[in-house]
């Protein structure tokens, strides 16, 4: 079995991610690609929405795509989960298995907990952004939707969803904001 893995925060979700997994499903030799949210990202101090929220949002987008699963893996951990134990955890269960990440986290992938180890588990696959170059080793994911969530929790601008998950993701961002205010 061919496995790809697409970590991250997703707070929240939105079309770049939707995105990524698309294509990752059109150009990758895979039978499963498993979304896998973070209960806390190592490289990021706090999430807004928690990891059940964004698990049950990641659920609801992606329920009619066949291929694809959504694992609470990480947010059962409770606490930052290394990336290489995501793959420790999976690795059994696959021939090969790939691991998707966005090209803004190039510049400090060597920095990566036990990189040498994630390295030499997986075939990297980057979703491109900006200018960020793909280095040549690495399968590069055409997908550059102008969409952050950084941007959304700062001013709420579109996360080209369908409006119902639309809606509530903006609706549970904006209660937040005004629990904190």
């Given amino acids: 079995m061919k496995l790809a ?10 079309a770049g991610h939707v995105g990524v997994v698309t294509k990752a499903l059109e150009i990758l030799p895979i039978d499963r690609l498993i979304v896998v949210p973070a209960a806390r990202n190592p490289f990021k101090p ?5 990891g059940a929220v964004r698990y049950g949002w990641l659920t609801r987008i992606f329920a009619s ?4 699963e959504i ?3 990480e947010i059962s951990q409770n606490r930052s989960v ?16 790939y691991l998707i990440i ?8 060597e920095r990566w907990h ?3 180890e994630l390295d030499a588990a997986v075939r990297w696959v ?13 399968i590069a994911l055409n997908v550059d939707v102008p969409i952050s969530s950084t941007d959304f929790r700062t001013r709420f601008s579109p996360l080209g969803l369908e409006s119902d998950i639309e809606n509530d993701i903006i609706t549970y961002y904006k209660e937040l904001n005004e629990f904190k205010n």
């Fill in 65 to 68: 795509y066949e291929k694809v």
């Fill in 126 to 138: 980057v979703a491109t952004r900006g200018e960020t170059p793909v280095p040549d080793r690495m």
């Fill in 114 to 116: 036990c990189f040498d």
């Fill in 5 to 14: 893995l697409f970590g991250g925060s997703f707070d929240p979700p939105h």
């Fill in 82 to 97: 290394y990336t290489i134990e995501t793959v420790r955890h999976y690795a059994p269960m696959c021939d090969e298995l």
């Fill in 46 to 50: 706090t999430v807004r929405a928690s």
């Fill in 102 to 109: 966005g090209a803004d986290n190039l510049e400090a992938l």
């Fill in 71 to 73: 694992s609470d893996f």
